[in-house]
T-cell receptor, first 113, second 112 residues
């Protein structure tokens, strides 16, 4: 298996623009997670899905953030409008049954100017 | 106070020495603990999990858990320069819906 695939690897955008991050989990994994990593706050859970259904989005910082999982092989994280404080590395991860054994994608480095 | 706490480091050890990484957590009911390794510019990867009090060994790595003290550690024997990375402690916390919560990580530097 190719592992968790994220795109794009790098995204540079201007404040106010819409940003869409994409993720393809490992085939057969039941759980999908979106994390954000910054120097100040470390690795934070934003939202997770179980069998394509959003279970907990309490980590989503505000209404500008939204996530979808239309099928078992694809998820998106959207930021609209983006702000400079959204600059971070965004990781997607998936797991099979046991939610703690996460397999991370390579991440998207987002820079909002 | 963070719910999973680690010393941010950097922790510097000479090649061949034992590196000791420590982590404390706030949730007394946590039953499982995990160590992830993250190389610079890369994503975290799981290297150890521990569920019971005591030690768990896997090659050069030993995880130690003390639930009474709410303390978990990772020992790396015969440290190699390739072990230089940030080590993240993680636990599912009751007040986070039992979802995995990560510490801030300890940066380890192994000098040749």
């Amino acid at each position: 298996d190719a592992g968790v695939i994220q795109s794009p690897r790098h995204e540079v955008t201007e404040m106010g623009q819409e940003v869409t991050l994409r993720c393809k989990p490992i085939s057969g994994h039941d759980y999908l997670f979106w994390y954000r990593q910054t120097m100040m706050r470390g690795l934070e859970l934003l939202i997770y899905f179980n069998n394509n259904v959003p279970i907990d989005d309490s980590g989503m910082p505000e209404d500008r953030f939204s996530a979808k999982m239309p099928n078992a092989s694809f998820s998106t994280l959207k930021i609209q409008p983006s702000e400079p404080r959204d600059s971070a590395v965004y990781f997607c991860a998936s797991s099979l049954v046991q939610r703690e054994k996460l397999f991370f994608g390579s991440g998207t480095q987002l820079s909002v100017l | 106070q963070k719910e999973v706490e680690q010393n941010s480091g950097p922790l510097s050890v000479p090649e061949g020495a034992i590196a000791s990484l420590n982590c404390t957590y706030s949730d007394r009911v946590s039953q499982s603990f995990f160590w992830y390794r993250q190389y610079s510019g890369k994503s975290p990867e799981l290297i150890m999990s521990i569920y019971s009090n005591g030690d768990k060994e896997d090659g050069r790595f030993t995880a130690q858990l003390n639930k009474a003290s709410q303390y978990v550690s990772l020992l790396i024997r015969d440290s190699q320069p390739s072990d230089s990375a940030t080590y993240l402690c993680a636990a599912p916390l009751n007040n986070a819906g039992n979802m995995l919560t990560f510490g801030g990580g300890t940066r380890l530097m192994v000098k040749p």
